[in-house]
Structure formats: structure tokens, C-alpha cells
């Protein structure tokens, strides 16, 4: 869609979110607000994008720099007082889709479905428009024999248009000469001195323009985000898409309300999803992978047929065929290769394990290079930290470490050698040896005496 400018009105504090954070960067379903209204308006190929900016400018800016172009409103004078400030930047010949940055539940095909309606009956402007069963606090609008007549905001509304169910979405395309000329025109007619967008319309029918409406069959995709308890509302309708998503693409999600995917996860066909999983950020999960009951992943790479239960992974590597849990912890950057277990009680930290190794349950591997093969014992703890510095442990392939082993690190373990159960190794191992430390066991025979005495 080169012949387009899309505008995303980003500048309003959001006083009702009770919030310090800029209302579009709240986040729905893993990311921003306005991450996902920029994502529908890139789906559609839009060759240029201004995002109109005020409160909280300088977060906003730095979160969207190099997806959009950014427009400032210093003074927030409403909405038709923001697309004024973006007026200079717009081309008359190109025409101009306006957003809110806080309605993420529009979709691409919506939006494409309402360009080609403006683009079809050559009006100056076309406004999507949503049927509310419940459309109080939206702007109706208003028709004369079906024509479009003006939108009447809530507050002003008398009771035969509180009635109306058509309202406006707040989303709108026009033709750019036609806009600008329309911006020129509008003035503040309340006491807050503030331009209403929707004063533009006014405008245009007041100079003989046409308007068009395209009425969108999906109502939620209307829902603005004005506080916390809309933004919970808008999460549960997101997550609901995405799972319907993945179960159409072939993803098995086990009671499907208790699972929540968010929106930059990647699935393959027959995963399988137990209830009580979150798969957070951009988490990608390969075929056949069995995930849960009681996981959290964020930001994972799950390979082929890998099972994970009741456990906790972020920014981990899981190979194929690996069996993680339950209640395991693998904490960023840990990479396990084709076949590794990893048990119950076992967290992971800045490591990397080869394949076929296991760690069963209960121990702690931190900053350390595993090899293939090898069995870390139950209660073995790599001490990596020295109170200043991280330091490294390395264990070649085919070692077998005995039970409640302490590995203080800097150390590494040859290949194929032995580490006697209840050792602290401290110094190096050569390959192929046994290795312990342990002080002579004492018996002190009769030690307890004898109570009936």
C-alpha cells in the first residue's frame, strides 16, 4: 500500500491507567500497545508512518525508533490538534489511515478491508465503524436515510442517539488534500480549548465532500484501552485469537482458557500444550514438543519432541528429545543438546550441556561447559562464584560425577574420569582417573550411652 501515510495517535497521558508508563506502552499479550497497532499497518505495506507523541515522548521514541517516524504534540489539545501537528508531513496526493495507539485488537484484514472501501467510493473520507451491543462512552454514528450526518460523542448525545448501536472506532482513512484542507478549518468549541478530530468530518460535509462507513463484523476489534480493567478485557479477547490460531495451524492446547500464548510465539504442528502453561515473548516450539502441565517459558527454543513439565525456562536453548522436569529451573543462556535430561529440582545457569547427559535431580550447574554423555549425581553443585568473580567449570565427555559433589570452579574434569560420591574437587582431574576427597571416615563405638542405666 505505498500510496498511503498511516498516522498513530500516541500522545495522551492515560490518566485513567493510574500509571507513570505511557498508556501505549502498557503491555498486551508479551508486548506494547502500540507494537501491535504498527504491526497491523506493516502487514499492509504501508510506506510511511508517523506516530504522534507528547506524554511520556522520549520511552514511546526510543521503543519505536526505526519502525515509524515521529511526530511531537507538546501541548495535548486533543485529537484533531494532534493529526494538525502531523499535517506538514503529509502528502496531498497520498492518502491518510488514522490509528489510535491504543486499540490493538485491530486487525490487518480489517484495515485492508477498509482502504479498499475508501478506495472504491471515491469519498474524501471513510470512517470504521463497529454495532455495540453495549455502546456507552462511544461516539454514535449519526445517519440521514442511511447517509452518513455527523458522529455524536457520548457526552453529548440525547437519548434517541444514546440508543444507536453503530459507533465510531476512531480509525478512518481520507485523501490527503482533502484532510489537510479539512485540518485548517476546525476550531475548539469547548472550554477546554481542545480540536476534535471528529470536527473534521463537519468540515467536509460542510463543503460537499462524501464520507463512507465500513461497518467491521468484529466488535472487539473496536475495544480502546482507558484502563487497567479494558486492558485485562482486551488480553483475554488477544489470548483467546492466539490459541484458536495455533489450534487451527495443528497445535493441540489441553483446556484451552488455562493456557496463555503470547502474541510473538512461534508453534509448529502437533505441539501439545498441558493446561497451565505460558509460553511469554518469542518462545518457538518445534513439532512435536510436549509442553506442561505448569510451565513457564519466555523466550525459549524448544526443539523437535522435546518434553518439558512443570518447570521454568527463559532465554534457554532446549534441544530435540530433551526431558526437562519436574521442576526444573533454566535460567538464560543455558543449551542443552539432543537428548539431555534434566531433572526434578536441577536449576541451570550460563551453560551448555551435550547430548545425552544427565542431570536427574537436585543440583545446581552454573557457568559451565558440559560434555556428551556425561551423569552429574544427585546434590552436585558447581561452586562458581568466589564472592568476586564467576569463574568456569568444565566437564569433558563420559565423566560420571558421584552424588553431593562440590566443583569449585575454576576446574575442569578430563574425559571419561570418575568423581567419587561426597568429593570437593578443587584442582583439575586428567581423563580416565578417579578423583575424591574425603576425610578418613571415624567410628567411636559405644558413643551413646546406655539410657536405662
Not at 479498499?116 to 465503524?129: F, I
Not at 454514535?140 to 453529548?156: H, L, M, S, W, Y
Not at 509460553?279 to 506442561?292: N, P, S, V
Request: proline share 3%; aromatic share 6%; with cysteine.
Amino acid at each position: 500500500m505505498p500510496d498511503y501515510t498511516a498516522i498513530i495517535l500516541a500522545a495522551g497521558k492515560g490518566t485513567r491507567m493510574k500509571s507513570e508508563l505511557p498508556k501505549v506502552m502498557h503491555k498486551l499479550a508479551g508486548k506494547p500497545l502500540i507494537d501491535h497497532v504498527l504491526d497491523s499497518i506493516e502487514k499492509l505495506g504501508v510506506s510511511e508512518v508517523l506516530t504522534i507523541v507528547g506524554h511520556g515522548r522520549e520511552i514511546v521514541t526510543e521503543h519505536i525508533k526505526g519502525r515509524s517516524e515521529i511526530v511531537i504534540q507538546h501541548e495535548q489539545l486533543g485529537t484533531g490538534h494532534a493529526l494538525l501537528q502531523a499535517a506538514p508531513f503529509l502528502k496531498k496526493n497520498k492518502g491518510v489511515l488514522v490509528l489510535s495507539g491504543d486499540q490493538p485488537l485491530l486487525t490487518s484484514d480489517t484495515l485492508d478491508s477498509l482502504v479498499k472501501m475508501h478506495e472504491e467510493s471515491n469519498s474524501s473520507a471513510t470512517v470504521l465503524t463497529a454495532q455495540m451491543d453495549n455502546p456507552y462512552g462511544y461516539g454514535r454514528i449519526i445517519r440521514n436515510e442511511g447517509t452518513f450526518k455527523a458522529i455524536v460523542e457520548e457526552k453529548d448525545s440525547d437519548e434517541s442517539q444514546k440508543r444507536i448501536k453503530e459507533i465510531n472506532t476512531g480509525t478512518y482513512c481520507f485523501v490527503g488534500f482533502s484532510l489537510q484542507e479539512a485540518l485548517t478549518r476546525i476550531t475548539p468549541k469547548n472550554s477546554q480549548g481542545e480540536y476534535y478530530l471528529t470536527d473534521v468530518f463537519d468540515s467536509l460535509l460542510s463543503q460537499g465532500d462524501s464520507i463512507e462507513t465500513f461497518c467491521t463484523l468484529d466488535s472487539t476489534q473496536a475495544l480502546g484501552i482507558n484502563n487497567r480493567v479494558q486492558l485485562a478485557e482486551a488480553e483475554d479477547i488477544l489470548f483467546d485469537r492466539i490459541r484458536k490460531y495455533w489450534m487451527m495451524e495443528g497445535v493441540t492446547i489441553i483446556n484451552p482458557s488455562s493456557v496463555f500464548i503470547d502474541a510473538d510465539a512461534v508453534l509448529e504442528q502437533d505441539v501439545i500444550i498441558h493446561p497451565y502453561s505460558i509460553i511469554k515473548g518469542k518462545t518457538k516450539i518445534e513439532e512435536g514438543a510436549i509442553i506442561g502441565p505448569s510451565t513457564i517459558l519466555e523466550n525459549c527454543y524448544c526443539q523437535k519432541r522435546c518434553k518439558i513439565e512443570n518447570s521454568v525456562a527463559r532465554e534457554a536453548t532446549i534441544g530435540q528429545d530433551c526431558l526437562i522436569g519436574p521442576f526444573a529451573y533454566l535460567r538464560p543462556q543455558t543449551r542443552l543438546d539432543k537428548g539431555v535430561k534434566v531433572g526434578d529440582f536441577v536449576e541451570i545457569k550460563n551453560s551448555s550441556v551435550g547430548e545425552g547427559s544427565k542431570i536427574p535431580h537436585l543440583s545446581y550447574i552454573g557457568d559451565s561447559d558440559i560434555g556428551k554423555n556425561v551423569n552429574i549425581g544427585a546434590g552436585t553443585i558447581t561452586c562458581n562464584y568466589d564472592g568476586y568473580k564467576k569463574h568456569k567449570t568444565v566437564i569433558d565427555d563420559d565423566v560420571f560425577v558421584g552424588s553431593n559433589t562440590n566443583l569449585v570452579a575454576p576446574v575442569r574434569i578430563g574425559k571419561s574420569s570418575v568423581i567419587g560420591a561426597g568429593s570437593t574437587i578443587t584442582k583439575d582431574v586428567p581423563s580416565k582417573a578417579l578423583a575424591l576427597e574425603r576425610a578418613a571416615q571415624k567410628t567411636i563405638e559405644n558413643y551413646q550411652k546406655d539410657k536405662d542405666k
